[in-house]
């Protein structure tokens, strides 16, 4: 049997397939984890700050805050418009366009394959972090760290989405990933990333709750620490937002690929 | 122009099993071997010359071809070019050779060749008033025109080329390396690159060595060709001379007026096949004279050719086996 | 030296021809420059409020830091990005044996091939905003503080350009960890803010191994007119040692690739 495309067989071959592949660039993969410290950056900028004391956060509660979100962060990274960029440019689109696969498929497989690669990285990472902080050290409740599981899914399933409809530009402008750039710009600023959105002006905080933007990092990162937040609007956002988005990314899509075997590439 | 002597390159290598589980043990234990890429290889080409460099993937072309360009140091063994140590890479020396590569390209994709010649002539020191009298002749040979103001990556392959061979050319090199210059391109791209060549050689007198997998290029071009084999150079001369060293004897055709049993031509060279009346022989060159006197004897022949097998079909299967 | 002025100028102008084939490239990385300067100032601006301050610093002395900041952001998107990050691709396509066959310094080549001018507007852009904040502290600007302002962003910059230059080298072996640069970036980004800000332990890693104190910090307290002697001098031997090191250690990379590559 077969949902969206997909049956068991398929999602075996395709997994197992891709984390072979990703473990062949480790080497790369942790460098990538490396390059997430920008959170602990920011930590220790925030521990020092009197600014502090606005963002509600109180001893050991901003620690675990940067942590998960570095954590939420290495789990949720999405590179897919340039793995597409690059497949098409070498022509590996168009055998992938023949399958009876959509090719979407292939790339949630290889961020999966690569998230598994990542895993004992990011771990090594939080490690390090406890050494340093020991103070910090918690362990979530199962509930709690399924729950942070999910959302951490839900947030690279709408950064996934975001880069698949900018991916689908490139059918009609071979230089589409530019505009990856100009989406990862609020994406650093306004996610929780580099400060919680607590620390933020009261308007500016009303207005990005309307964006995907806080459900990325802010939202998975306060439910992984056990900080009190709201689940069912935080959930209910991200839902929204894939069930906005996942629509538009197939028909944008399909549009492009008519376009794309129009043209006779 | 290029001396060479018991030239050898040895590399370390890693072996990897295919596979998940290969992949697991590569990366918890390497297994390295020291492998000989070229061995004890010598030889001399004078000015002028143009020389054919054979031999089958990984037999040593390439390594060789990058040690005379100073890319790969030798790990024993004395190379001089144009009175040079390559390896140094004096930029007296790399004023006076090029190298191209068929499957590499040097000129900016996005931009019209134009730029990169541009680019090349200043990077050489070349005075812009001489650069563009070389990009005219250079370009009149090779019959590119508004190719060169055209982007790059707009260009056909052949046409990309040709403008490759113009910017690898346009300091006037005395001597030139030829990778595979010709890969890919169709038969008649081909040919123009190949007339250039031969065109340049006699104008510039400028010394080549080239390899390539297609064999109309080195019948074509060169006189001389070296022929590497695992390493080792396993020929030195003309191309016939190669050909009768590869496969000496002679390929005899008969066509019989009646039809003869295989028995028939025991004592006759070796059978290649028998179809009614048509026969294929392979005789030694020594015996030649006796078998056809035999053979004209003993049957009624309506027709006889007698051959050489051809070189490239010969290369070719030397190139599939990998042995000799 | 006159041949490498004109190659110079042709890698440059080849360059720009390059970035205006594609226009709408153009008008995305001018537009994600301003964002991202607007973006810095709202961040910058969270840690401070009515009578706050920053490590000691005041918000328009920490303009000036973060004006530095987007200068040296600028010569790495300009300079450092387009050229040493394509260090691997040489490697990887075997180009590199095209730039060696040139007989032209390759560590010129490789390091001033091609620019992006979107970095450009990010230097200019820095560099107003570094103006603007000294302006607001009072300084006065006399040609004696001008010079040694431009003097330290020169050492800056040979620090800069050399600790890239030293990752991204390494790619000659290690073609698989060609984004070890991308490391380097994420330290360099606690550049953004004054050293003081950061606990005493980041304070010396940023001084001594990685030193970024020296980009941002000290060239903004050199234009404030209170930075050490000992310090500035620290600056010269770091920026002198980190470039002979980048120097060695590319001639040495380069006896690897020729002696290793096939």
Known sequence: ???????????????????????????????????????????????????????????????????????????????????????????????????????????????????????????????????????????????????????????????????????????????????????????????????????????????????????????????????????????????????LLLPLVLLLWRAGVRRYSAMGA | MITVERLSKTYRVADKQPGLAGTLRHFLRRRQRDVFAVRDVSFEIAPGEMVGFLGANGAGKTTTLKMLCGLIYPSSGQVLVAGHQPQRRHPDFLRRITLVMGQKQQLIWDLPPMDSLRVNAAVYGIPDRVASRRIAELSDLLELGEELTRPVRKLSLGQRMKAELLAALLHEPEVLFLDEPTLGLDVNAQMRVRQFLADYNRRTGATVLLTSHYMADITALCPRVLLIHQGQLFHDGALDRLASRLAPERHVRLELKEPAPAEAFTGLGRLDSLENCEVNLRVEPSSLTRVLAEVLERFEVRDLEVNDPPIDQLIGELFRQGSL | MGRYWRTLRRFWGTALATQLEYQLNVVVELLAVVLSLGGSLLLLSLFFGPGRELGGWNWNQALIVQGFYTVFDGMTTAWLRPNLGAIVTYVREGTLDFVLLKPI????????????????????????????????SGVVLTPPLLVAVLLMLMVAAVILYSLWFLIAATSIWFVKTWNATEVLRAVLASGRYPLEAYPASLRLLFTLVVPVAFLTTVPAEVLLGRASLPLLALGFVLAGGFFAAARGFWLFALRHYTSASS
């Open chain 1, 1 to 243: 049997m077969r949902i969206f495309g997909l049956n068991r067989r398929i999602v075996r071959a395709l997994l197992g397939s891709q984390y072979a592949h990703m473990l062949e660039y480790r080497a790369e993969i942790a460098l990538w984890a490396l390059s997430g410290v920008l959170p602990f950056i920011m930590l220790s900028l925030w521990s020092g700050s009197d600014a502090r004391a606005q963002l509600g956060l109180d001893g050991v509660a901003l620690d675990r805050y940067f942590l998960s979100a570095f954590l939420v962060r290495q789990f949720s990274v999405v590179w897919m418009v340039y793995a597409f960029e690059e497949d098409a440019l070498l022509g590996r689109l168009s055998p992938y366009l023949l399958q009876p696969l959509h090719p979407l498929w292939r790339y949630v497989a290889s961020h999966l394959g690569e998230q598994l690669t990542r895993l004992p990285f990011a771990a090594g990472i939080a490690g390090v972090f406890f050494l340093i902080q020991p103070q910090a050290f918690w362990i979530p409740s199962l509930g709690g760290f399924l729950l942070a599981w999910i959302a951490t899914w839900m947030a690279f399933a709408i950064a996934f989405l975001l880069q698949s409809l900018i991916a689908s530009l490139c059918f009609w402008s071979e230089k589409a990933t530019a505009l990856e750039r100009l989406l990862f710009l609020p994406f650093l600023f306004f996610s929780g990333l580099l400060a919680p959105l607590t620390a933020f002006p009261p308007a500016v905080q009303d207005w990005v709750r309307w964006t995907p933007f806080p459900y990325l990092i802010d939202f998975p990162a306060r439910v992984l620490s056990g900080d009190a937040v709201n689940l069912a609007a935080g959930f209910g956002a991200q839902l929204a937002w894939v069930l």
């Open chain 3, 105 to 136: 310094d390759s560590q010129f080549w490789v390091s001033l091939r091609t620019f992006a001018p979107a970095g450009l507007s990010e230097v200019v852009l820095g560099l107003g905003l570094a103006g603007w904040g000294a302006h607001q």
